[in-house]
């Protein structure tokens, strides 16, 4: 089980009214707390520029919606190299980005291809680099 156990870095969230979103035509409620949290990667650009990571962001929204025909962003989180959390679906939404896992997790996806270049560098003290994965951690490779 993958836990996130420390998330008072969230605090510092960028949220979807900051970063201009589209509003979702539809929510389904998550029943919280959920036992899993999953990591993923966008596959997409890294973020090297400051306006690098809301674009990107609304580009993902943009393909989810308009040619996944999901009914928002798949992702509850997505993190930026430049330190920052994005809000997708939020806490209490339930996601689209692990089918079969969408009602009993959370999905966490790190902005950029770490395919080639798995090393992500979140500025030191950021939001996104104080959050910790803590107790034990089994990592579950979902096709």
Not at 28 to 45: E, F, K
Not at 113 to 138: I, R, T, Y
């Amino acid at each position: 089980m993958l836990l996130l156990t420390s998330v008072v870095w969230l605090l510092a969230l960028c949220t979807v009214s900051l970063v201009g979103a589209r509003p979702p035509k539809s929510r389904v409620p998550l029943r919280t707390p959920v036992p899993y949290v999953i990591l993923h990667h966008t596959a997409g650009n890294r973020c090297y520029t400051p306006a690098s990571p809301s674009r990107q962001r609304g580009g993902i929204q943009n393909y989810h919606m308009d040619y996944q025909r999901w009914p928002d962003i798949g992702y509850t989180f997505l993190i930026g190299e430049d330190g920052r959390v994005y809000e997708g679906r939020g806490w209490s939404t339930m996601g689209a980005h692990a089918k079969n896992w969408n009602q009993k997790s959370l999905g966490f996806s790190f902005l950029g291809n770490f395919s080639k270049s798995p090393q992500f560098h979140a500025p030191p003290g950021s939001p996104a680099e104080a959050w910790v994965l803590d107790g034990p951690v089994e990592f579950l490779w979902l096709d």
